[in-house]
């Protein structure tokens, strides 16, 4: 019998339970091979309300939001694959702006990028509940698509009262760093309620089965992937499936 390595996250269907991490694809070029791959969806770079540039945070450059919609649009009516917008503003208000925009061009998800270290330095919602759940209750507020939020690596508030405020504000999945910090202790002290998505240092299909079996839905692959193409995704499939006890001429 041929197995499902399909997920649901956040109440959307994933036909892999593998995707790409937020800025593994930036070019047009890039996120149509993506969307062809065996990817379960398409996670679009980060995007602000302004084109961003900066030497300091190089990993949020982007063209600003406005110049994403049209992917979103387009990979919403061809229906390939979910699309996951990640947005990062310097307000709540601008993180309401983006989840609206995204959402209301197609988008399945929005990630809510909490993790990156611009994010950190100006807003810092990590390290006060009150401004966390300011821009938690904006995105959902403004959202129509599922709330998918994006922890830093090392969240200076603690878990259980991250837990609370995502539980507070209906966040349907979190992204979390894929290491005992992150993840398990998420898992040990946040309280559930919520999806978990694992990001960091996935490379093969076994480190895909050793999150699924702690408890993640999914699995998202950056570094492996810039560094093998999208065809990463169907060789995770293929080792899971043999990790599984599946044999290759089953498929
Ligand atoms: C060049 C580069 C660009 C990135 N851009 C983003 C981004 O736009 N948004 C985001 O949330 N994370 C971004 N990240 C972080 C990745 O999504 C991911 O969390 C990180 O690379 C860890 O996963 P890995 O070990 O599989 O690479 C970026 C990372 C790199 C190396």
Known sequence: MTLDLGTTVAGVRLSFCAMNAAGSAHTAA??????????????????????????????????????LLPFVREMAHDATKPVVASIAGATPEEYGLLAHAFSEAGAALIEVNLS???????????????????VLHKVSAASTAPVMVKLPDRPRLAYGRLGDELRAAHVAAVVARNDFTGFEKLLLEGGGG????????????YDVMRALGKGAKA???GSALVEEGPRIFARLAREMRIARGERPEER
């Open 30 to 67: 890039e996120i149509r091979t993506l969307a062809r791959s065996e990817s379960g969806a398409v996670v679009l770079q980060t995007a602000t309300a302004h084109p961003f540039l900066h030497p300091q945070f190089r990993s949020l450059h982007n063209p600003g939001y406005d110049k």
């Open 194 to 205: 919520f999806d978990i998505v694992v990001v960091g240092g996935i490379k093969s299909g």
């Open 219 to 221: 699995v998202q692959v």
């Open 116 to 134: 990156d270290d611009w994010v950190a330095a100006t807003l810092a919602p990590c390290e006060d509940t009150s401004v966390l759940g300011a």
